[in-house]
Structures are given as structure tokens and as C-alpha cells.
């Protein structure tokens, strides 16, 4: 069963959670992002694009530890989403998600000084469990 909030109610809910985790407003460090966008996200989307995005985010997440890369990293938007065959909308909330933010024009990463990480194939990620 599910049930529809109000925008009043998403901002209520959202706000809520900020408070609750103490995240200031404007978030400067990686944890603090990755909290706020999950505070958002889950209150803004759909139920099932939230899922999808999570999704998203942890096979991102897999792909960057495989190549040796941890919480800082730059890879471009298109990039992903060509890997991960999906739309950009949905690459931006699953890279939020992992704290990143638009460094560079079409880069999403935690920092602007590293290099773009070439993503590799991210197909059968909606499978993953």
C-alpha cells in the first residue's frame, strides 16, 4: 500500500530529515551530500524511481571500487549513462546519491581537481540485488 503526499507534506518530511541528521544548509562535505540528496529523493520521487536510482548508485559505486577508486571520483554524465542505458535525469540522482555534484560541465564528481574515470559497462544493473 502507498500513500501520496502533499508538496507541503514532501517539504515537511524533507525538512524533518535534514533536521534530524543535522545537515547544514549547505552541505560541504561528501556524507553531508549524500544525506540531504537521500533526504530529497526519497521524499520527492516516485517510489520506484527512488528504487531504480539507489540501484543505479550502488553499481556505480561497485564499478568505481572495481578500478580502484573510492568516495573521490569524476566520471562524465553521458558516459554513465551510455553504460548504464538509461536516461541522464536518472544518472544525476543515482551519482547524488554517492555524494557527487556537478564539478565540471557534463562531470559529476566529489572534487573539480580529479581526472574523469572511464566507467566501463554498467549493463544488468537494474538486475542487481
Known sequence: MSIELTPVEKS??????????NIPNEPE?????????RAWLSTHLDPQDYADSLLLAEAIDTKLVELGHGLNF???L??????AETDLTECVWALELLGAY??????????????????GNLAGWRLSV
Open 12 to 21: 515537511r518530511l524533507y525538512l524533518a530529515q535534514v533536521d534530524a541528521l
Open 29 to 37: 562535505t561528501i556524507r553531508d551530500r549524500m544525506l540531504e540528496r
Open 74 to 76: 569524476a566520471v562524465a
Open 78 to 83: 553521458r558516459e554513465v549513462r551510455d553504460a
Open 102 to 119: 556537478e564539478v565540471r560541465p557534463g562531470v559529476y564528481g566529489n572534487t573539480d581537481s580529479l581526472p574523469v574515470v572511464e566507467i
